[in-house]
């Protein structure tokens, strides 16, 4: 199940989601559904690509995005 990052439209309220199946994603803050899917840190790595779970290969933090790796920041 992936999980993803949003913006809300109208609060602009940026939150994770876990989504399962053909669920609607909702702003947990306003209740909205006029969100915009952003690129998980998560997901992205060293080179700007999207890496597969396990794939290794450093890339950016997945809590905060730290361009050094995982580990770098004081978030892990």
């Given at each position: 199940?992936?999980?993803?990052?949003?913006?809300?439209?109208?609060?602009?309220?940026?939150?994770?989601?876990?989504?399962?199946?053909?669920?609607?994603?909702?702003?947990p803050k306003c209740k909205a559904t006029r969100l915009e899917k952003q690129i998980s840190s998560f997901g992205v790595?060293?080179?700007?690509?999207?890496?597969?779970?396990?794939?290794?290969?450093?890339?950016?933090?997945?809590?905060?995005?730290?361009?050094?790796?995982?580990?770098?920041?004081?978030?892990?």
């Amino acid at each position: 199940m992936p999980i993803f990052e949003y913006v809300c439209g109208e609060c602009k309220h940026r939150f994770e989601l876990l989504l399962q199946g053909s669920a609607q994603a909702a702003c947990p803050k306003c209740k909205a559904t006029r969100l915009e899917k952003q690129i998980s840190s998560f997901g992205v790595g060293a080179t700007g690509g999207w890496a597969s779970p396990g794939s290794g290969g450093g890339g950016s933090c997945g809590s905060c995005g730290d361009p050094r790796g995982p580990g770098a920041c004081s978030m892990n």
